[in-house]
């Protein structure tokens, strides 16, 4: 039997060791002077790593916030107002009767090829399997059902026939119950990845833990030069003054980065991805208006649900649109599309004159004042989506600087500790 495995010490033996050698170093000068080196070597490495970390980190969610989170809240918000609008354009193409009008067939076909577009892009942006993945597929696959509705209504339509209704309003109806509120989720997914992105990009528990560690080698550096001073009689220790001052100057430089990034965090919540999502439900609230104003003179009084939504989303949309990002007039503008749509709602029940109710609604008057309202938001959207990636790009700024200079300046540190101490350790040669 080997003998190194005989006089092997057990594990609580080894523990009894160390602590034995440790209360031994504690006895002597140079002994503690290799114990502080060793807590502040140790510190700074901590130190130095908690600092990329912290830096690696909040780089990373910033740029998911900006490179995927946000642009999957940018693409959503286009499905769903592209699919509003697709929904209310064919509406309007129907009332007009016969051969649609080709601006209205070129929106239509232009809102499909957006939300399309935009239903790619975000299945790229989602996680395979995520929830946010199952509605990106659910809208993919009922798309091909209501374009489908809708060429039949239309065929039909320019035909005559009035089953043409029916089939619209079946298309409505699904892109009503099923593809829009498959578009909403979308959205919320969305929004809340944007604003677990906010909280991931904010460092959280890797930046309290470098604050603690900064703090602690602080402190150790302080109590090794008082130390020194006391037992060699030297008033300064240049190396671990050194360090002091490098220490300092990393927290103080960390600090900067991750004030200055959370201040456009914050900046980026406010002017951007906050007013992007009130904005967007104000458009595809609008967009809904215009459509069941149309769905209501399609179905000829077979159905007053759509007036009903349109009166329910009124107050609704009013209130909305009294936002600051939006201009002055863009109240005014609705009202007088809403006192329009009155007009309209007037001359199809109470006067009979369906044919000049019509012509009203998709008249450029009526057309024009409602236009005004979806410029303005679409306008303001877009605004608000340049001033999210402006402050997001200016968040990221300094973050990658820190994850490489944070743990050099903390082995740097550790080189001057070493330094400091191994002067005063020389001594007992």
């Excluded at 006895?27 to 130095?48: E, F, H, K, V």
């Excluded at 790619?120 to 199952?134: F, I, Q």
């Excluded at 019509?358 to 410029?375: P, R, S, Y």
Aim: aromatic share 6%; charged share 20%.
């Amino acid at each position: 039997m080997s003998t190194a495995v005989v006089n092997r010490p057990a594990p609580a033996a080894r523990a009894t060791t160390t602590t034995a050698r440790l209360k031994a170093l504690r006895q002597t000068s140079p002994g503690r002077l290799q114990l502080m080196l060793a807590a502040l070597i140790a510190l700074g490495l901590l130190t130095g790593l908690l600092a990329g970390v912290t830096g690696q980190q909040a780089a990373a969610g910033t740029t998911d916030l900006g490179n995927r989170a946000q642009p999957l809240l940018a693409e959503a918000e286009t499905i769903y107002a592209n699919l509003a609008d697709a929904d209310t354009t064919a509406a309007q193409a129907f009332l007009a009767g016969g051969l649609e009008p080709a601006a209205l067939t070129e929106r239509y076909n232009d809102d499909l090829t957006r939300a399309t577009t935009a239903l790619t892009e975000a299945a790229r942006l989602t996680p395979e399997g995520s929830a946010a993945a199952g509605s990106v597929q659910a809208i993919s696959t009922g798309l091909a059902r209501y374009t489908a509705l809708v060429a039949t209504a239309r065929a039909d339509n320019r035909q005559g026939l009035p089953v043409g209704s029916s089939y619209l309003s079946s298309a409505s109806e699904l892109n009503r119950t099923a593809l829009l509120p498959e578009a909403k989720n979308l959205f919320d997914l969305a929004q809340r990845e944007v604003r677990d992105g906010y909280t991931g990009a904010a460092g959280g528990w890797w930046s309290g833990f470098f604050a603690l560690l900064l703090v602690a080698l602080l402190g150790a550096l302080w109590l090794a030069q008082r130390y020194l001073s006391r037992h060699t009689h030297r008033t300064f220790n240049v190396p671990l003054l050194a360090a002091t001052v490098l220490t300092l100057i990393l927290g103080l430089g960390t600090a900067t980065v991750l004030l200055t990034q959370n201040q456009h965090l914050d900046r980026a919540a406010d002017t951007g991805s906050t007013p992007v999502v009130q904005l967007a439900e104000a458009r595809i609230l609008a967009l809904q208006e215009r459509g069941d104003e149309a769905l209501t003179l399609a179905m000829h009084g077979s159905s007053d649900e759509p007036e009903k939504r349109w009166q329910a989303a009124n107050p609704q949309l009013k209130a909305a649109l009294n936002n600051s990002y939006l201009p002055s007039s863009t109240p005014g503008s609705y009202q007088e599309y809403a006192a329009a749509h009155e007009q309209i709602r007037k001359l199809d029940g109470q006067d009979g004159n369906y044919d000049g109710a019509v012509e009203l609604a998709i008249g450029t008057d009526t057309t024009g004042k409602f236009e005004q309202v979806t410029a303005d938001l679409t306008k303001a959207l877009d605004e608000r989506k340049i001033a999210f990636t402006a402050e997001i790009d200016k968040a990221g700024r300094g973050l990658t600087a820190l994850a490489i200079l944070g743990p050099l300046a903390a082995l740097a540190i550790c080189a001057l500790a070493f330094a400091g101490i191994r002067t005063r350790l020389e001594e007992y040669r």
